[in-house]
C-alpha cells in the first residue's frame, strides 16, 4: 500500500459526459502528479500540481483540467469524453523530491 | 526533450533463471532513472531509482539496475527469479530539476515453473 488514494475505483460513463477523479496524496507530500496509462499510449504524464499550485503540464488535452485543494487531496476533470479517453488515470505523491509513490488507479470506461 | 526506448516488449523467463530488461534513454540534460513495476491490476510500486553516485543500483526485491552514461542505458537485472515476479515492468526518466515521469512502453516478464 503506496499510501495514495484514488476513488472510484471504477468509472462507466457515455461519450459527452463529464467526470471527477480524485486522489489524496500520502501524509506529508505537498505534490501530485496525474498519469493516464492507454493501451495506445502507454504511461503519459498529465500534469502536477506542488502545494495547490501547478507545477508542470504534459500532453493534457484542453477537455481536461485538475485542481489541489488546501488539504492537499487533488481532482482530475475529464469533460466531453470520447471514446479514446478510456484507460487507467493514476495519480502520485511526492515531497520536493524524485520518488513517486503511485496510488492504485481509477479504470474509466467511456461508452 | 527525453524519451525511453525499452527494448523488449515480452520476456518469457523460466524459475531461478536470470533475467535483463533492457532500457536506453536519450536526453540533452543530465536525468535521474527509474524502474517501476506493475504487478496485475495494481499501481506502479518503484523498484530503484538512480539519482547520483555509483552506477550500480540495487533495490527491492533482489533487483538491481547499472546506470552506463556512455551507452545511455540503465538495464534492469535479477540473478533468479520467482513466480511472482511475474509483471510488468517500466522503465522511466526524469530531467534533473523536472520532476515529471517520461515512461517507456513497459516490458512484460513471465515466470514459468
Known amino acids: 500500500d503506496s499510501g495514495v488514494t484514488q476513488t472510484p475505483k471504477h468509472l462507466i460513463t457515455a461519450t459527452g459526459q463529464r467526470v471527477t477523479l480524485r486522489c489524496s496524496p500520502r501524509?506529508?507530500?505537498?505534490?501530485v502528479y496525474w498519469y493516464q496509462q492507454s493501451l495506445d499510449q502507454g504511461l503519459q504524464f498529465l500534469i502536477q500540481?506542488?502545494?495547490?499550485?501547478?507545477?508542470a503540464k504534459g500532453n493534457i488535452l484542453e477537455r481536461f483540467s485538475a485542481q489541489q485543494f488546501p488539504d492537499l487531496h487533488s481532482e482530475l476533470n475529464l469533460s466531453s469524453l470520447e471514446l479514446g479517453d478510456s484507460a487507467l488515470y493514476f495519480c502520485?505523491?511526492?515531497?520536493?523530491?524524485?520518488?513517486?509513490?503511485f496510488g492504485p488507479g481509477t479504470r474509466l470506461t467511456v461508452t | 526533450a527525453q524519451s525511453v526506448t525499452q527494448l523488449d516488449s515480452q520476456v518469457p523467463v523460466f524459475e531461478e533463471a536470470p533475467v535483463e530488461l533492457r532500457c536506453n534513454y536519450s536526453?540533452?540534460?543530465?536525468?535521474?532513472l527509474f524502474w517501476y513495476v506493475q504487478y496485475p491490476n495494481q499501481g506502479l510500486q518503484l523498484l530503484l531509482k538512480?539519482?547520483?553516485?555509483?552506477?550500480l543500483v540495487k533495490g527491492i526485491n533482489g533487483f538491481e539496475a547499472e546506470f552506463n552514461k556512455s551507452q545511455t542505458s540503465f538495464h534492469l537485472r535479477k540473478p533468479s527469479v520467482h513466480i511472482s515476479d511475474t509483471a510488468e515492468y517500466f522503465c522511466?526518466?526524469?530531467?534533473?530539476?523536472?520532476?515529471?515521469?517520461?515512461f517507456g512502453a513497459g516490458t512484460t516478464v513471465t515466470v514459468r515453473a
Open positions: 501524509s506529508g507530500d505537498l505534490s
Open positions: 538512480y539519482l547520483s553516485g555509483s552506477t
Open positions: 502520485a505523491s511526492g515531497r520536493q523530491g524524485y520518488e513517486q509513490y
Open positions: 522511466a526518466v526524469s530531467r534533473v530539476n523536472d520532476y515529471k515521469l517520461s
Open positions: 536526453s540533452s540534460v543530465s536525468v535521474y
Open positions: 500540481y506542488y502545494n495547490g499550485e501547478e507545477r
